[in-house]
């Protein structure tokens, strides 16, 4: 049991995933609310919309046409943010070389970024959720992520085993394939989702996109080396073995779990409602699941977001990324990496009122107004049939 | 100049003052976009509103009534998201001290934070805004930031004397003094400002915030942890000394200066047009203004907030903070300190298009749709008359 006094007072928590603090006053939900309110979310969408750019059969904005597709669907971003192809650069030097030019290449420093971005259909339904999903119809999105992600590694890499294995255990699903960037092994792929108007996201159909990079982005990065150094302190143990442990033992953040995943509400969440989707075996990458585990991972999806859509019987609207082994990287990053998926959901208090991370947060540290433990409670409770079933 | 390559390619840029990196994407703003619209902010707001819990002489939500204030009114926030008076909190340790325990006590990390948070009004007028008052109605503002700031510090503290000649200098001002926590010194004080719905704002009347804590928040952290590593790698020069000398010479990213204050989109934005206001001489804090430099000062906020108001002829939403030295410091951290003010605007593209920092934001790294470049040849040429002066 965490200190029934947390509950009460205000007091940071340690995130030891990223290395950094967050700041928690249970007390705050208690002010009014006069600002902004959330417009809810349409929900009277047809199955089929020959304004979207990702229904089956329909012309996307710089022309092509999508295929008649099941269930998934990828292609490449029409607006990537990263390319393959682009100029090259190389920072500009002073040719007089003097101090004032090693000023300006120390405190404006750029490198150039290069990659494929790809958008990924969930269902050829225009009107469906990962809520509204089965988990056996959510596998089908594990299976062709686990296939992006096997053929995106680099030659050498220490999983290269497991990701042919998955490869040829897989059947190919001719619509959600890609091919990787031909003229360099990129070397990380960041699998995530924007669901809601709320969080950017500007097509209801069901969809995540997938960014590889040349370069490690921030946030892995410091996941990375955050679960290397305790794994070169702990005597090989890893940082997420250990959380699950403890998590399991004590219980009171925990929101669901089966055999292969433990989704909690974590130790230092910082959206309301935050969840933490953890492997509970060592599982470095998508191409380690068995196939029994996808469904176990296919569940445990399930279960997050239609415990969402319930508790405030909405359409949730939230973020949620996958973390694991880098494309391309060296045995210790590989060995270090722990499968996860994080849930980052803005919703406080209701349908319509989110918790905006602004001013303090921004400038100072994340605040958050409701306990972790208060929040794996309410979603302990709402596990039942999704809302939206009975009104139908 | 940046090198003209840099329009056009994605690449990343890295931030000195926090020691992160971003990606800039200059092409994705040429993608269609469908999702959230902002709602235009109110703008037939009456200079009084019975129903506002700052207007002068109204009563608030736990009772007390408003002082009919003429121009800055601070009160303690009846809903502060950290106390001075709070239960004692010690962590738990399991009698047994087993194995388990330890893990637990390492993984779930908390402490106590206690404090006082304040709200403090810009104006009697309900419907002003800082973009809307002249640089000498700003003054008042900041005198009083300065008489808070100045009354909180620690006895022993390096910038004592200038604070000392600041509470001299500067009248009080009866209905903007507050009284800081009796028990106990405080590390930091987090000034900001929450400005419009979109950035969580819950009461259109002009005011801000202002937070002191027990302990160093993340990011000023993080700023000093990186000005402390210049100092000391630089032979005694300073991370933003030098950065105003670099923007000065390039220009191109220089919205607007005086002689006390140069505004820059800074190399490293995150935000569309996120500025930074920096001192252009080594001032560490609010108490080392000459009552010159708080008139400057008053300009470039002026500036910064007219021109913001300009660009998309609307209400710019935005939060705001300063950051100088620490309330409680050690010399060196007084000494590395650099008086500077954030400024995070979430519009893109126009008044009711906003940039969300969201999946690939949240999960991976930050990113950004035109370069700081761009935003700021945009700024420097809004400077004119508030647009709205003239629909009147
Ligand atoms: O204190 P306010 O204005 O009610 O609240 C606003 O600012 C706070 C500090 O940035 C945030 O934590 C809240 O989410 C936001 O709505
Ligand atoms: O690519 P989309 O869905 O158009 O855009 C959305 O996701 C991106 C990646 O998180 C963000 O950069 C955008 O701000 C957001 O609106």
New interface residues.
Partial sequence: M??K??D???????N?LNG??????P??T???????QE?PALNKLPEYDPQCYLCPGNKR?QGDSNPHYKNTFAFVN??????EE????H??KDAAGDG?DD??S??????????RCYVLTFSAKHDTTLADMSATEIIPVIETWTRIYASHLSASHPLRDAAARSLSEIPPNPDGEVEPAKKQQLR?M?I???KG???????PHPHC?I?T?S?L????GKELAQMTKYHREHKGRH?LE??V??EM??GERVVWQNDGFLVVCP?WAIWPFEVLVIAKRHVRALVELTSEERLQFAEAVQEVTRRYDNLFETNFPY???I?QAPLDCTEEEAETSWFHM?F?PPLLRSATVRK?????E??????RDITPEQAAARLRDCGGELYRKSLQ
Same sequence: chains 1, 2.
């Fill in positions: 965490t200190d006094v947390l009460d007072i205000s007091h940071r928590r340690y030891p950094s603090w967050l700041l928690v006053s007390h705050r208690k002010r009014p609310w006069q600002g902004q417009a904005a029409d607006y990537s943010a990263v390319k682009q100029q090259e650069y920072p500009q004032d000023i300006a120390l405190l404006l420093q750029a490198q150039p970024a290069t990659g990380y960041q995530f989702e924007n108007a709320a969080m950017g996201c500007s097509n996109q960014w990079t370069t982005p921030e946030e892995p940082l250990d959380y442990k403890v033992a004590k130790w973020s949620s990324g973390h994080h980052y905006f991370l602004v001013g303090y921004l400038m100072a540290e994340p605040q």
